[in-house]
T-cell receptor
Framework: EPEVTQTPSHQVTQMGQEVILRCVPI?????FYWYRQILGQKVEFLVSFYNNEISEKSEIFDDQFSVERPDGSNFTLKIRSTKLEDSAMYFC????????????FGPGTRLTVL | AQSVTQLGSHVSVSEGALVLLRCNYS??????LFWYVQYPNQGLQLLLKYTTGATLVKGINGFEAEFKKSETSFHLTKPSAHMSDAAEYFCAVSAYNQGGKLIFGQGTELSVKP
């Protein structure tokens, strides 16, 4: 069964450093998402991406964040200058088409900012 | 705007007992409703979803949920708990005009006692 993959599974970084989290969505999916889950809290929407552009972003997704689909298969989330409060599990998800289709999630990348 | 409230951050049942996890939603448009399960150190896996049609939906692992519009609820049930059901369960809402974005509840941790 096709699945969403994410790398790395765990990333440790120093405050102020840039990190790039990588995702490979399911190949025939058209809509891509990033969510985050701070330890012990709910899963929160960050951004959605369709047709090579951001379609919606939450208030969490400020200028420090960016997303890209550089080569038609990978989907990346970049945090330019990490803060302690960016420590969380980051999930990538993909969707074939809007409406009744199922959104599939990757296993997540645990980001730890020291 | 949409929101989800899950009553009870932690539910504990005995093996073989009924599982009932509560979810109430708020949505200004007809909602799509989902239950996802998260096992320790894993991503989110879809249990079941309601989009249109039959209000009682059956999912994987013997779970089912009923969409009750009058009560704005989508409670998750399983007649007989198994030890392997111990996990975190998230209720989520979306809508046809929301670009596939999922809004999650706080999650309910289910413990199953032998």
């Amino acid at each position: 069964e096709p699945e969403v993959t994410q790398t790395p599974s765990h990333q440790v970084t120093q405050m102020g450093q840039e990190v790039i989290l990588r995702c490979v969505p399911i190949s025939n999916h058209l809509y891509f998402y990033w969510y985050r889950q701070i330890l012990g809290q709910k899963v929160e929407f960050l951004v959605s991406f369709y047709n090579n552009e951001i379609s919606e972003k939450s208030e969490i997704f400020d200028d420090q964040f960016s997303v890209e689909r550089p080569d038609g298969s990978n989907f990346t989330l970049k945090i330019r200058s990490t803060k302690l409060e960016d420590s969380a599990m980051y999930f990538c998800a993909s969707l074939r088409r809007q409406g009744t289709d199922t959104q599939y999630f990757g296993p997540g990348t645990r980001l730890t900012v020291l | 705007a949409q929101s989800v409230t899950q009553l009870g951050s932690h539910v504990s049942v005995s093996e073989g007992a009924l599982v009932l996890l509560r979810c109430n939603y708020s949505s200004s448009v007809p909602p799509y409703l989902f239950w996802y399960v998260q096992y320790p150190n894993q991503g989110l896996q879809l249990l079941l979803k309601y989009t249109t049609g039959a209000t009682l939906v059956k999912g994987i692992n013997g779970f089912e949920a009923e969409f009750k519009k009058s009560e704005t609820s989508f409670h998750l049930t399983k007649p007989s708990a198994h030890m392997s059901d111990a996990a975190e369960y998230f209720c989520a809402v979306s809508a046809y005009n929301q670009g596939g974005k999922l809004i999650f509840g706080q999650g309910t941790e289910l413990s199953v006692k032998p």
